[in-house]
């Protein structure tokens, strides 16, 4: 056998891969790209009605919003749940000993649950009897805290108010109730659900009535009188039910209070799944979206699904999609239904990182490929963050021999060489996915006017130099939320840069704009805990 073309046949196959997941990435690509997504967007909100969702959400937080909510977060892979207490405005003296502002959100009893995949699969009933369980367990939590006293009443009375996000499609009339669309990310549940009845039936177990049967009517032990509080849980009365994009959204608009050259634009998630919300004037939404809202309101926040079926298009125009992407669709929970998400989302990464790694290995006659390898779903996108992007060539060669060892073979198969590959791929599809992402959100920016394309940036911005001198320019700040965005190394950095260079690039209208994405810590859980405390604005 001749090794030495076996080699080079191997570099030529290597270079090939990394040039289909990566050969469109310049500015030129991008900035067509950008434009197609914002024509896409901008016809599937005047035409669709499973794309541009309105939600009830049609005024921002004032920042002025006070009191205590509980909030859960239901996510494609963990559940949280917390109380979120919101402050109000903080008088500008209020600031410590280094002169930093007092927070306006304080957090307590916070808790995080995986959501097992059995829960995904199983009959809706049971999901929401385990999230019922799961708020039950933070309200004892936070009742065992309270100190003993001769009172039977806990602080929080008989009724909590509930904000919740929920991070898949619903249909939303009202703040308070949502009607669940289609799940994705995994769970077999079907829609047409009420998501409120299905979550108050679920946690509604825990409440017990009050009763005096077995009292002495002398009076009780104070350390009795806890114990009778924690037996009876309050009910929860559901304030705000959102999607987590707008919990993001929401969370920094009222955490950052908006200047005259700052506003919050947008809000991304890029987790397990990715999603992006935007206020849009009403006119440029399908009719029967506009049915719900009231005559006088003109700009509603939008729940994009900017992964659904269609918003593709420019990817399969511009022949951006791969034979992996189309591989990794046809075999997924939901073929052909989220297209985009499967090409930039925590859940995925790791499924095109392996179809790309076997396919250039299966190449070589000589190789014995890991048979747990060839298992679906067999690398997670978090061991390519936490070990391949990061730790030493030695430890990522030790952990790639523990987890996928060849069964028998004549030769080492995690080779120097091999190591490098699945570094190399798995560079490759995060640069891509970042790179995709700051595209989708250049265009929905376009599509709804905050920024300009229309090709004629370059040339200005080279003339004057530096265009961003303080004071002159308004900050888009893209709220953004989601593991991948925050945890994969580059992740961010690559697709801020790429904001930059677009937003330059597209129009010299542009000049007095930066796109600027920040971080929305806990965003779904502040987030529901924000709107919740915005219902009489919003109701």
């Known amino acids: 056998m001749d090794t030495s073309h076996s080699s080079k046949q191997q570099e030529k196959d290597v270079a090939a891969a ?4 990566t050969g469109f990435i310049d500015p030129c ?6 434009r197609r997504f914002s024509e896409t967007y901008r016809e599937l909100a005047k035409t669709s009605i499973e794309h ?10 004032s920042g002025k919003e006070k009191g205590r909510f509980l909030s859960i977060d239901v996510g494609g892979t963990n559940l949280r749940a917390g109380f979120v207490e919101l402050l109000g405005e903080i008088e500008s003296g209020a600031q410590d000993a280094q002169q930093k502002p007092c ?11 995986p959501i097992e995949d059995h829960l995904k699969m199983d009959q809706a009933e049971d999901l929401f009897s385990w999230i019922g369980d799961c708020i039950a367990e933070v309200i004892k939590e936070a009742l065992s805290e ?45 829609s047409d659900l009420n998501l409120g009845k299905m979550l108050l039936a679920g946690y509604a177990r825990h409440i017990v009535e009050p009763t005096t049967n077995g009292e002495n009517g002398h009076g009780e032990a104070n350390q009795s009188n806890k114990k009778r509080r924690l037996s009876r849980l309050p009910r929860i009365h559901i304030a705000a039910i959102t999607n987590d994009t707008v919990a993001t959204f929401a969370s920094l608009a009222y955490a950052v209070k908006a200047a005259p050259n700052s506003r919050v634009a947008m809000g991304l998630i890029v987790g397990t799944g990715t999603n992006a919300t935007v206020p849009m004037k009403i006119g440029d939404l399908h009719p029967s979206k506009r049915e719900a809202l009231a005559e006088n309101v003109e700009t509603v926040v939008i729940n994009t699904e900017w992964t659904i079926r269609g918003t593709d298009k420019p990817l399969v125009d511009l022949k951006i999609k791969t034979s992996w992407d189309a591989e990794l669709d046809s075999n997924s929970d939901a073929p052909g239904f ?19 790694f076997v396919d250039i290995v299966a190449k070589d006659s000589g190789a014995h490929l890991p048979p747990s390898l060839s298992t679906k779903n067999a690398i997670p996108t978090r061991f390519l963050s936490e070990v391949v992007a990061r730790a030493s060539d030695e430890i990522v060669t030790q952990e790639l021999e523990k987890r996928y060892a060849p069964i028998s073979s004549p030769t080492a198969f995690w080779t120097p060489a091999r190591v490098n590959l699945i570094r ?16 989708a959100c250049v265009g929905l920016l376009d599509c709804v006017h905050d920024i300009c ?23 888009l700040v893209i709220a953004y939320a989601g593991g991948t965005i925050s945890q994969y190394p580059e992740w961010l950095e690559t697709c801020q840069r790429w904001v930059d260079t677009l937003v330059t690039k597209a129009s010299s209208a542009n000049i007095s704009k930066r796109v600027v994405l920040k971080e929305a810590l806990d965003g779904g859980i502040i987030g529901a805990g924000v709107l919740a405390g915005m219902t009489d604005d919003i109701a």
Not at 29 to 34: P, V
Not at 455 to 471: A, L
């Open 18 to 21: 990394l040039s289909a997941l």
């Open 453 to 475: 394309i229309d090709g004629s940036g370059d040339s200005e911005s080279k003339q004057n130099g530096d265009v961003h001198k303080k004071g002159e320019v308004e900050d």
């Open 338 to 356: 989220q297209p985009f998400e499967y090409m930039t989302a925590g859940r995925y990464l790791g499924e095109i990182v392996r179809l790309v």
């Open 52 to 61: 541009f969702l309105v939600t009830p959400v049609t005024a921002l937080p």
């Open 29 to 34: 690509t991008l900035l067509d790209l950008a």
């Open 424 to 439: 190399d791929v798995a560079y490759a599809v995060q640069q891509r996915s970042s790179a995709l992402i700051a595209a």
């Open 146 to 190: 309270e100190p003993i006293s001769e009172s039977t009443e806990s602080s929080f009375g008989e009724e909590l108010l509930l904000g919740i996000t929920f991070s898949f499609p619903m249909a939303q009339t009202r703040l308070s109730e949502a009607t669940l669309l289609p799940m994705g990310k995994g769970f077999a549940i079907t």
């Open 103 to 113: 927070p306006k959100i304080k957090r307590s009893h916070d808790r995080n649950w």
